[in-house]
Nanobody, 114 residues
Framework: QVQLVESGGGLVQAGGSLTLSCEAS????????MGWYRQAPGNQRELVAR???????MYLDSVKGRFTISRDNAKNMVWLQMNNLKLEDTAVYYC????????WGQGTQVTVSS
């Protein structure tokens, strides 16, 4: 089956931390870069972090030093550890292979409060 299931979002105070999890079907995960994306109200969906099958990583400038992406190829899972969260991190977060093909999961809501 083809699926992407995100979890781990929630309400957190500024400066706090969350870890997001993504479980992907084999057809999506195998051989692909995996990325975390986010979309805030009124904004375009943006790539937050990307990781290759071999562990090469790229981050959006605004999250460098705060977020960490990781993956386990045997488990078809990818995570996003988010530290020192800021108000502007509030968004729905999605995982996807990179480049995306329009197949998105439900996402997980991250809300950062002051």
């Amino acid at each position: 089956q083809v699926q992407l299931v995100e979890s781990g979002g929630g309400l957190v105070q500024a400066g706090g931390s969350l870890t997001l999890s993504c479980e992907a079907s084999r057809s999506i995960f195998r051989g692909n870069f995996m990325g975390w994306y986010r979309q805030a109200p009124g904004n375009q969906r943006e790539l937050v972090a990307r990781i290759s099958t071999g562990g090469t990583i790229m981050y959006l400038d605004s999250v460098k030093g705060r977020f960490t992406i990781s993956r386990d190829n045997a488990k078809n899972m990818v995570w996003l550890q988010m530290n020192n969260l800021k108000l502007e991190d509030t968004a729905v977060y999605y995982c996807s292979k990179w480049l995306p093909t329009g197949n998105w999961g439900q996402g997980t809501q991250v809300t950062v409060s002051s």
